[in-house]
C-alpha cells in the first residue's frame, strides 16, 4: 500500500511553489513592485554586525541576558526600539517576557495539559483555527502541522486558565508566537502575557465583557482629545468612539490587520515595555493622518480609521513618531478617572438593587 501511494505522489507530479515573503505568507501580489528588492552587500554585512551585537548582549541560550540588562538598560532599549533580528526574536521575547523563567519553574506542565486534560472550548478552537494568519504557509494547511499546535497552546491555555478559558483574539497572539518558538515556549508567553509575569496582565481583554478593552479604549479616547484636539473635536462631531476602529488594536496588539513586519516590531517593543506602546502607535498612526481624517465624514472616517495607508505602516516612520508622544502621565490619570467613574456606577447598580 505505502508503495503504491509513493507511486500515486509521484503520477500527480511536482506541486507548484508557492510564492511566500520573507515570513512566510504568500504574495498578494505579482507586479515588479510587489518583489522584494535584493539586498546590497553593504546590508547583508549592516545586518550581520546588527546581529553579533545582540548575540554578544545575551550570550550563549541567552545566559548573559540578566546581567547585560542590569549593567546596560538604555543600551537594551534603544536596540529593541532598532527591531529585534528576526533570527534571535523568539529567544529574546521569551527572555524579555519572563516566560523562559516561566517554563524553567513548571517542567511537564504543558504536557499534562495538552495530553490529559480536557477543555470546554474545544470545539470553539476548532472553529476558530482557519482563521488565524490563514495566508501564512504554517497555518494553511488543514490539520496540518501549524494548526494542531496553535490547537494545543490555546486548548492548554483555556485549561490551565479556566475562568478565562478561550476568546476568538487569542488566536493571533499565540499564532504569531508560534512562528517564532515552539509550542511549549509559545504556551508559556503566553501565560506571562495574560498572568502578567513583567508587565500587567492582560486577562482582562478576554474575560467575560471585556473588562480591560473598555478601559483602554476609555482612556485611548481621552489621550485621543488631549494630544489631538481637533480630531478629538471631529470625533465627537461624527459620532466617532474608538470602540468602532481600535479594539483590535488591544485585543490582538497590532497582530490582526496590520501589515506584519509592522506587527513584529510593535511587538518588540510591547514585550519589553508593556501596553503604553499601543495607546503610542494608536496616536502616531491618527497624528500621522490627521489632516485627512478630519476632513471626512462619518462612513467615509470609519472606512479609513480601518484601512491605513501604506505610508502610515511603514515602521521606520511610524514608530520614531510614536516614541516621541508621552503618555505615562495620560494613562495614569485616566485610568483613575476611569476607575472612579467605574465604581461610581457599581455603587449606584448596588444602590439600585438594595431599593428593589
Not at 120 to 146: C, M, N, W, Y
Not at 313 to 326: E, G, H, R, V, W
Request: proline letters at 5%; a positive charge.
Amino acid at each position: 500500500m505505502e508503495k503504491k501511494l509513493e507511486e500515486d505522489d509521484h503520477e500527480a507530479g511536482p506541486v507548484p511553489a508557492l510564492r511566500l515573503d520573507r515570513f512566510g505568507f504568500l504574495k498578494q501580489e505579482l507586479s515588479p513592485q510587489g518583489l522584494t528588492k535584493g539586498r546590497s552587500a553593504y546590508e547583508y554585512e549592516r545586518e550581520e554586525r546588527r546581529v553579533r551585537k545582540w548575540r554578544k548582549m545575551i550570550g550563549v541560550g541567552g545566559s548573559d541576558w540578566k546581567h547585560y540588562i542590569r549593567r546596560k538598560p538604555h543600551v537594551v532599549k534603544r536596540r529593541i526600539r532598532k527591531g529585534i533580528p528576526d533570527c534571535l526574536r523568539g529567544l529574546v521575547w521569551q527572555l524579555i517576557s519572563g516566560s523562559r523563567d516561566l517554563l524553567l519553574m513548571n517542567p511537564g506542565v504543558y504536557e499534562q495539559l495538552v495530553i490529559y486534560e480536557t477543555s470546554a472550548s474545544e470545539l470553539d478552537i476548532i472553529r476558530d483555527i482557519s482563521r488565524t494568519f490563514p495566508s501564512h504557509v504554517f497555518f494553511q494547511q488543514r490539520h496540518g502541522p501549524g494548526q494542531r499546535s496553535l490547537y494545543n497552546v490555546l486548548k492548554a491555555y483555556s485549561v490551565f486558565d479556566r475562568e478565562v478559558g478561550y476568546v476568538q483574539g487569542m488566536g493571533f497572539l499565540a499564532g504569531l508566537l508560534l512562528l517564532y518558538m515552539s509550542e511549549e515556549d509559545a504556551f508559556w508567553l503566553l501565560v506571562a502575557l495574560l498572568k502578567g509575569a513583567v508587565h500587567a496582565p492582560m486577562e482582562g481583554l478576554y474575560q467575560v465583557g471585556l473588562p480591560l478593552v473598555q478601559q483602554y479604549l476609555f482612556q485611548f479616547d481621552q489621550l485621543v482629545k488631549e494630544h489631538l484636539p481637533k480630531m478629538g473635536e471631529h470625533f465627537t462631531q461624527e459620532m466617532i468612539n474608538p470602540s468602532m476602529y481600535a479594539s483590535q488594536w488591544f485585543i490582538t496588539v497590532f497582530s490582526y490587520s496590520f501589515p506584519f513586519h509592522l506587527a513584529l516590531r510593535i511587538w518588540d517593543v510591547f514585550l519589553y515595555e508593556g501596553v503604553r506602546i499601543v495607546f503610542k502607535v494608536g496616536l502616531a498612526l491618527l497624528k500621522y493622518c490627521h489632516d485627512d481624517l478630519i476632513k471626512l465624514p462619518f462612513e467615509k472616517l470609519i472606512h479609513a480609521l480601518r484601512n491605513f495607508p501604506d505610508d502610515a505602516m511603514n515602521p521606520d516612520t511610524l514608530l520614531p513618531m510614536a516614541y516621541s508622544i508621552k503618555v505615562s502621565r495620560g494613562l495614569e490619570e485616566t485610568r483613575q478617572e476611569y476607575e472612579k467613574k467605574n465604581g461610581k456606577i457599581n455603587k449606584s447598580t448596588e444602590n439600585e438593587k438594595q431599593l428593589q
